[in-house]
C-alpha cells in the first residue's frame, strides 16, 4: 500500500513537535558585516558548511576550557592608546584656546 505524501504544513507540524520534544529553542541575533566575515572566514578554515554547525561547536569548545579558561578566552581584547607628546602638546593648547574664547563669549 502506497503512502500519501506528507503536506508541507503537516511535515512543518511534525518538525514543531520533534522541536518541542527534545527541548529545542531558537536563538536569534543580528550582527555587522564584520562580524559575518570573521564567522565565514570560521566556517572556512574549519571546514564547517553551516554556520549553525560552528557556532554550535565553538560554543561546545568554550564551555570545555572550564570557568577561568572561558573566562580569559572570552575576554574583549583591548587595546593600548599612546598619546605622543606633540598631540597632548597639541590638545592641551586647544584646550586653553577653547577655555579662553569660552571666557570671552561670557564676560
Known amino acids: 500500500m502506497k503512502r ?20 529545542e529553542e531558537e536563538l ?6 564584520g562580524i559575518m566575515t570573521m564567522l565565514f572566514q570560521l566556517m572556512q578554515w574549519a571546514e564547517f558548511s553551516q554556520l549553525v554547525e560552528l557556532i554550535q561547536t565553538m560554543i561546545r569548545n568554550v564551555h570545555a576550557l572550564g570557568p577561568e579558561g572561558a573566562r580569559q578566552f572570552l575576554q574583549l581584547p583591548r587595546h593600548d592608546v599612546a ?6 602638546q597639541r590638545l592641551h593648547r586647544e584646550g586653553l584656546r577653547e577655555a579662553e574664547r569660552l571666557d570671552r563669549s561670557e564676560g
Open 83 to 88: 598619546i605622543s607628546e606633540n598631540l597632548a
Open 28 to 33: 536569534r541575533f543580528r550582527v555587522r558585516p
Open 4 to 23: 500519501k505524501p506528507k503536506t508541507q504544513a503537516e511535515r512543518s507540524a511534525a518538525s514543531a513537535e520533534k522541536r518541542q520534544l527534545v527541548g
